[in-house]
């Protein structure tokens, strides 16, 4: 993407002006390559210049709002849209908003979205049981895919993902089973890694570990990493250390730099009680010179967004954010909210 952009800012220096076109690739670039803030800083410098963005460059930029939940360009890039007369007659875009919306929490805006395409694909019909399942929908979810049938669509194998995620959402085991097995079936979709990997998300997550045990041993790929990291947060629900013991071997030696899987398997060891272990996961981490990276979350609020970092204090606002926290966590203790320690490491105050 260096690359990229170094030639798309030499040929304003050798008089040669960038079209729609140009402009349009480097903001793809970035989506796909998850420069999602270049893209929309791009994006911005676009409409300064004396060029109108066309639908490609709007079904281009859109994912990136979505990545970044970053509702305030989202809406002004669907006021652009509606401004240009591009309406829902470009399925591809109406599709890449409703997902922007979604993605952004504003499922009724997806639905609205979704009742007024004129010709509504498989990726739209996707979008919107995928929109359900992660909104904890699910019976939402298996209706859109009933009506998806009743319409004539066929369904391919990204659909059989989002309805077996609605159903792992929902802890729907035997329907769960009815989709994956009709998958082959009924629609001849062989299924792959991530169907195998919700598969045994919703069977780990119902504690059904006997079953997760026969599906991999009957898969006919190589269990991925998803699966493994779904088995292994299973585990941590349930307590099952065995089982967990057997996940990490795998997914360590699939993922030997990712500290998540470390910390996972170091906190069910901790919940165990088996301190020695917890030290040994530690050390392993130390030994191959693993860090684990604190997370970062954001929120948008009035056109800002605000990035924050477990520990971190780089927020302006930060003293009257810890404020307000101390208040709502004395509020919560006196309605009876007691913390949950069990899988705090043996040498942390329960304070910190």
Avoid at 23 to 44: C, D, M, P, Q
Avoid at 153 to 162: K, L, N, Q, R
Avoid at 189 to 212: N, Q, S, W
Avoid at 282 to 298: D, V
Wanted: aromatic share 10%.
């Amino acid at each position: 993407m260096e690359e990229a952009a170094k030639t798309f800012d030499k040929m304003g220096e050798n008089g040669l002006k960038p079209n729609i076109v140009t402009w349009t690739t480097l903001i793809s670039g970035y989506v796909h390559n998850g420069y999602w803030n270049e893209a929309l800083k791009l994006f911005r410098e676009l409409l300064k210049e004396d060029l109108r963005p066309n639908f490609v460059t709007i079904s281009s930029v859109l994912p990136a709002c979505s990545e970044l939940a970053a509702l305030f360009h989202g809406k002004s890039i669907h006021a652009h849209i509606i401004r240009n007369i591009f309406g829902y007659s470009y399925t591809f875009i109406a599709n890449a908003l409703m997902d922007m919306y979604i993605k952004c929490g504003l499922m009724k805006y997806g639905e609205q979205i979704f009742a007024r395409i004129l010709k509504k694909d498989v990726v739209s019909w996707n979008t919107m049981i995928h929109g359900y399942a992660i909104h904890g929908r699910g019976k939402d979810a298996l209706d859109c895919f009933h009506e998806m049938q009743v319409q004539g669509i066929e369904p391919d194998g990204v659909t059989f993902i989002a309805v077996l995620s609605a159903c792992t959402h929902t802890g729907l085991v035997e329907e769960g089973w009815r989709y994956f097995n009709q998958m082959s079936l009924d629609y001849g979709i062989m299924p792959t890694g991530k169907h195998y990997a919700c598969m045994v998300d919703l069977l780990g997550r119902a504690g059904l570990f006997d079953e997760v045990e026969g599906i991999i041993a009957q898969m006919p790929l190589e269990p991925t990493a998803s699966l493994w990291g779904a088995l292994l947060a299973s585990c941590m629900n349930h307590g099952n250390v065995e089982m967990a013991e057997y996940a990490a071997k795998n997914l360590i030696e699939l993922q030997p730099q990712n500290p998540g899987n470390y910390v996972l398997l170091s906190n069910i060891y901790a919940s165990a009680g088996r301190w020695k272990d917890v030290n040994t996961v530690r050390e392993s981490m130390a030994n191959r010179e693993i860090k684990k990276w604190p997370g970062c979350s954001w929120v948008e609020i009035k056109n800002e967004v605000h990035a924050f970092t477990s520990s971190g204090r780089e927020h302006p606002d930060i003293e009257k954010i810890i404020g307000m926290l101390k208040t709502f966590t004395a509020c919560m203790e006196v309605e009876g909210y007691v913390a949950e320690r069990l899988s705090l490491l043996h040498d942390v105050e329960d304070e910190e």
